[in-house]
């Protein structure tokens, strides 16, 4: 087969859930599969490309603009149609005029269930809903998210394949040498509780992982630090500003965007991580956190307990007295931390971006089997 990939969410400036699907899934596919042919559709020659260099099977293309309307109906049909792909994987969007299979990935609904948005947000939404009602066969990377997709449009879930993400083989537990070297790099002299995710993002409900750690610092004279990862956005500024407001300055450490080869350490260095997001598709740092041996509190909502099993402590988002006293739980008890640890390591195990590529083959073979039997159907 030649298989054509919309990869422009790699070129992003930092990593997103979507950008680390792209690029881990071209890593793994092209890792397992021997035999097809792989065609990258880009917006320009990020670095990324550059590891397929030598790589006969694999031809990267610097041609989508990054405007979205020309990209999804101009560019990508035309590529598509001028190498001849015989099955076109896409993400939200499907362009019209693809004359090939076409494998559409919606990671979540969240954007088509924002009710307060702005008007880009809102025709995403509309665009991505459009999408799922044309397309074929559809990638999510849940069982949550399946579900939703199907009641949401009331389509049938059988043209809907669950593919979960995998972890990078960075991830895995860091000796103290290293995680001293980069804890000591970012400011950190305590023990501490760490979030990693888009800082901006209301739905991981940071306000309540603030008002909770500050509850721990003045009630309950907790000696930790609070470490948030994440880009610093202009979204952040209400999260600072509360920040300042609890005159935690010099307790909560926001670093921004850390480099990926530091993130495992700081990680594996952290005494609990706290992902209570309100929504998520999947819900990645979770496992990633788990597979560094750190003990997780996730909430109860979305895909996180499908993600997270029996492996983590859940919350309901947004409950501060809740998130107090899992938080204390944890921090407190040593028994407890060690059972997680290795529960979260066995969870982690589980997921891998090889098992995502094979899983992904099997509907790039459906979807052109489909296609050549609705073709041979209209030629009778």
């Known amino acids: 087969m030649r298989i054509g990939i919309d990869t422009h969410a790699i070129t992003k400036s930092y990593a997103t859930g979507s950008s680390t699907y792209v690029a881990e899934l071209v890593r793994a596919l092209v890792a397992v599969d021997h035999q097809n042919e792989y065609f990258l559709y880009a917006e320009r020659n990020d670095p990324f490309y550059q590891e397929f260099v030598n790589n006969h099977r694999v031809k990267v293309r610097c041609v989508l603009p990054t405007n979205p309307i020309i990209r999804d109906f101009v560019t990508v049909p035309r590529a598509i149609a001028q190498d001849s792909i015989d099955v076109a994987h896409v993400h939200f969007i499907l362009p ?95 023990e501490y509780i760490l979030f990693v995710g888009r800082t901006e993002d209301p739905r991981k409900n940071l306000m309540t992982l603030i008002e909770a750690y500050a509850i721990l610092k003045s009630q309950f004279n907790t000696a930790a630090q609070l470490v948030i990862v994440g880009r610093l956005g202009a979204g952040t500024k209400p999260i600072l500003q509360r920040v300042s407001e609890l005159r935690l300055d010099r307790d909560v450490i926001m670093p921004g965007i850390i480099a990926s080869e530091d993130l495992p350490a700081l990680l594996s260095g952290a005494k609990v991580f706290v992902y209570a997001s309100s929504f998520e598709g999947f819900g990645l740092p979770v496992l990633e956190a788990m597979a560094c041996g750190t003990p997780v509190i996730t909430s109860n909502a979305a895909s996180l307990p499908e993600v997270a099993g029996k492996a983590a402590l859940l919350v309901s988002p947004g409950k501060v007295g809740e998130l107090v006293e899992t938080l204390l739980l944890v921090w407190r008890d040593e028994t407890l931390r060690h059972d997680m640890r290795e529960q979260g390591l066995r969870r982690a195990r589980l997921f891998s971006w090889e098992r995502t590529a094979r899983e992904t083959l099997a509907v790039y073979d459906r979807a052109v089997k489909l296609r050549r039997r609705i073709t041979f159907d209209q030629q009778r």
């Open 96 to 190: 019209p005029f693809i004359c090939s299979a076409s494998v559409l990935t919606v990671f979540d609904l969240y954007y088509v269930h924002l009710r307060r948005s702005t008007l880009s947000i809102k025709s995403h939404g509309l665009l991505t809903a459009w999408s799922i009602r044309r397309a074929k066969s559809i990638i999510t990377i849940s069982e949550y998210s399946k579900r939703d997709i199907a009641n949401t449009f009331a389509i049938g879930p059988a043209k809907i394949f669950v593919t979960p993400l995998g972890i990078g083989h960075c991830f895995s537990p860091v000796d103290d040498q290293k995680v001293h070297a980069v804890i000591h790099r970012i400011g950190i002299h305590q």
